[in-house]
Nanobody, 123 residues
């Protein structure tokens, strides 16, 4: 059974917005650092954003800073990624990941992954 399940992807025009959700079937959800990564066709997996139990801990890749917002709801065991002012370069499969410990930006530091959700931004 999948522990992380993403939703919310889709096709939007440049300048549009999407909100991704990731429901985490993880024990002690608040102890996990949650992150979003993305992978464009033919490219490597890229860190997007991460957050731990502290809402002020949110950390972003430079490419999305000021446009994307990561947040989490402990009661719903869900992490969100609000994406505004989307660009064609934001196109890719967005995956949710979890790790016990501090914020990291390297994919191999995360032990739990979702299946991903496709985001396509048209020009």
């Amino acid at each position: 059974q999948a522990q992380l399940v993403e939703s919310g992807g889709g096709l939007v025009p440049a300048g549009g917005s999407l909100r991704l959700s990731c429901v985490a079937a993880l024990p002690s959800f608040t102890t996990y650092t949650m992150a979003w990564f993305r992978q464009a066709p033919g490219k490597e997996l890229e860190f997007v954003a991460a957050i731990n139990w502290d809402p002020t801990s949110a950390f972003y890749a430079d490419s999305v800073k000021g446009r994307f917002t990561i947040s989490r709801d402990g009661a719903k065991r869900t992490v969100y990624l609000q994406m505004n002012n989307l660009r064609p370069a934001d196109t890719g499969v967005y995956s949710c990941a979890a790790r016990v410990g501090d914020i990291r930006t390297t994919p191999t530091d995360f032990g739990s992954w979702g299946q991903g959700t496709q985001v396509t931004v048209s020009s």
